[in-house]
């Protein structure tokens, strides 16, 4: 609390100065030197019991949320070699050289520490599909529904085993909102082929609209006629009834 001066403590300038040095002797002061020593007694006043003077020091306003950063910006990245990073993980996933492998279990969920602080942004998951069932698996990049902000979920649904399947029971690659829009553009499909190797899921998010990428290759997009932006997540790695080894997940700014 700021200490409060004693009326004691407070000079009458005007009361307190002698008459002599006003008006003493034959010669009176020039009145430069006269407010040169009215200025000292009030500096003089400045100190004892004096109350202290506020800072008037501006202080930094706090720095806002950024709503747009450069594209390209580098947002998080995902670093498994000393554990799970702060990933919540359920039971099915097992951490292995610095890489995390799901189980063939139903609804085997990551679920990302980081949600991205720009409404437009871009995720990009490195995978490699190690064993498929042969009476179809999933695996996706699943973004939880929010407050004015719709949901969606981009991956691969029903891909097989190595046995043979009819070419119309082709696994599906496809994007699609939660809740679905009715109203909105109806999602793209597309057929997919598992292969082996590393490949790489992009999901790029603006706005409305999101679209979905595997190894640069266009494969779905949907446009949102509900809300103006779509969800920054949870963020969410879904697979079910398959063994995928995910390497990686890089989120950027677009």
Same mark, same amino acid.
């Given at each position: 609390?700021?200490?409060?001066?004693?009326?004691?403590?407070?000079?009458?300038?005007?009361?307190?100065?002698?008459?002599?040095?006003?008006?003493?002797?034959?010669?009176?002061?020039?009145?430069?030197?006269?407010?040169?020593?009215?200025?000292?007694?009030?500096?003089?006043?400045? +100190? &004892? %019991?004096? *109350?202290? #003077? /506020?800072?008037?020091? @501006?202080?930094?306003?706090?720095?806002?949320?950024?709503?747009?950063?450069?594209?390209?910006?580098?947002?998080y990245q995902s670093d498994?070699?000393?554990?799970?990073?702060g990933w919540q993980s359920t039971g099915g996933w097992k951490l292995m050289h610095g890489m995390l492998q799901s189980d063939?279990?139903?609804?085997?969920?990551?679920?990302?520490?980081?949600?991205?602080?720009?409404?437009?942004?871009?995720?990009?998951?490195?995978?490699?599909?190690?064993?498929?069932?042969?009476? +179809? &698996? %999933?695996? *996706?990049? #699943? /973004?939880?529904?929010? @407050?004015?902000?719709?949901?969606?979920?981009a991956g691969i649904l029903d891909f097989h085993g190595p046995a043979p399947h009819s070419e119309f029971s082709n696994p599906e690659v496809l994007v699609f909102l939660n809740p679905i829009d009715a109203a909105g553009s109806r999602p793209q499909i597309s057929d997919y082929e598992s292969s082996p190797g590393v490949h790489t899921y992009r999901i790029e998010v603006q706005g409305p609209e999101i679209q979905f990428f595997i190894d640069q290759e266009r494969k779905s997009s949907a446009t949102s006629s509900q809300t103006d932006f779509l969800s920054n997540g949870p963020i969410h790695v879904r697979v079910d009834k398959a063994i995928i080894r995910v390497f990686s997940v890089r989120i950027t700014a677009l």
């Amino acid at each position: 609390m700021r200490a409060t001066a004693p009326i004691s403590g407070l000079w009458n300038v005007q009361n307190e100065t002698p008459k002599h040095i006003l008006t003493g002797g034959r010669r009176k002061l020039p009145v430069i030197m006269l407010v040169l020593f009215l200025l000292v007694l009030l500096c003089g006043c400045s +100190g &004892g %019991n004096a *109350a202290p #003077v /506020a800072s008037t020091t @501006p202080t930094a306003p706090a720095r806002p949320t950024p709503t747009s950063l450069p594209a390209g910006t580098l947002l998080y990245q995902s670093d498994w070699s000393h554990g799970l990073d702060g990933w919540q993980s359920t039971g099915g996933w097992k951490l292995m050289h610095g890489m995390l492998q799901s189980d063939v279990g139903a609804g085997e969920i990551l679920t990302s520490p980081y949600m991205p602080v720009v409404p437009n942004y871009a995720i990009e998951v490195r995978y490699q599909i190690i064993s498929t069932p042969v009476n +179809g &698996g %999933n695996f *996706a990049v #699943v /973004a939880d529904k929010a @407050p004015q902000k719709d949901g969606y979920t981009a991956g691969i649904l029903d891909f097989h085993g190595p046995a043979p399947h009819s070419e119309f029971s082709n696994p599906e690659v496809l994007v699609f909102l939660n809740p679905i829009d009715a109203a909105g553009s109806r999602p793209q499909i597309s057929d997919y082929e598992s292969s082996p190797g590393v490949h790489t899921y992009r999901i790029e998010v603006q706005g409305p609209e999101i679209q979905f990428f595997i190894d640069q290759e266009r494969k779905s997009s949907a446009t949102s006629s509900q809300t103006d932006f779509l969800s920054n997540g949870p963020i969410h790695v879904r697979v079910d009834k398959a063994i995928i080894r995910v390497f990686s997940v890089r989120i950027t700014a677009l």
